[in-house]
């Protein structure tokens, strides 16, 4: 395949190539066979390079920031470890960011519980379409509709325990762990706090000031935040993929397909959409519960009646 991945939105780059431009195109020639291929720049919203043997010229940056196109390059081991997107051009930067860090605990604590509550209706979702498991379903489900403001009690972390023993096994363990299960779900996690991150810079809003997530060692703490809610989405690809590969091991074909998950579809507003659009519909809203300091308006996803 030319390149590797050619999708919707995205550019995925592996082995030798060279990304220029010409007029008003990427263009991308493969070093070996001399072959070329030519991508608008409205059709592109990221371009990932996942290859230390391409070459990318000074004009397709400095496009990349002019056009707002993410560019995410990987690791030797294939996983995304830098997003470069523009931090210029937003005319209300430093009044969307006042008003952000001047946003009420009250305000942030209904956000919150908002998206803990739609995430674990997520989860039950995904129990029920994926997993078949109606009666667990039910239980996480309820889980979710005792979530207060801010979720003070923890509840998430409740539900996530009956989660993902259900989901994958009971001896499961989420976390930072290198079995191809967690490998497969941070990878997939990392497509999507790319793709998030890049949405709270274009729109001038502060990473780091997260509602809920306040590390101090965290540069994207209200990445962190938002993504909840788009988790289960993810959860539920991982489960199918897994079911149909016998690779014990998060190999290049198997990060191929998870990248796929922002074109996973959901319902955002009443509408179907896929998850790169609704990760942009998510955050508009966002910015307008912070200018207003009010969780009113906040939309945030929700799985298709029976399953993906």
Known sequence: MYGGIVMRDII?????HFVGITKD???????????????????????IFDSRSSFISERVITTCVENNIGLIFCDKTHTPQLLMTSIYGQNERFKRQSKQLA????TKGRIWQKIIKTKINNQADCLKYVVKNDKVSDIVRSIGKTVTEGDKNNHEAYAARVYFSNLFSKSFKRGRYDDIINSSLNYGYAILRS????ELVIYGLEPSWGIHHVSTENPFNL????IEVYRPFLDALVVELLNNNESEELDIELKK????????????????YNLLDAIKITIKSFVSCVDKNSATGLKLPTFIEEGR
């Open 195 to 198: 793709a998030i991150r890049k």
């Open 257 to 272: 397909e998870i990248i796929k998950v922002l074109f996973e579809k959901c319902i955002i507003d009443n509408k179907v």
């Open 103 to 106: 946003m009420s605990k009250k």
């Open 223 to 226: 990445s962190d935040d938002i």
């Open 25 to 47: 195109s990427f263009k991308l020639k493969n070093v070996v066979d001399e072959s070329e291929r030519y991508f608008p720049f409205d059709e592109v919203d990221y371009l």
């Open 12 to 16: 995925y780059i592996e082995n030798k």
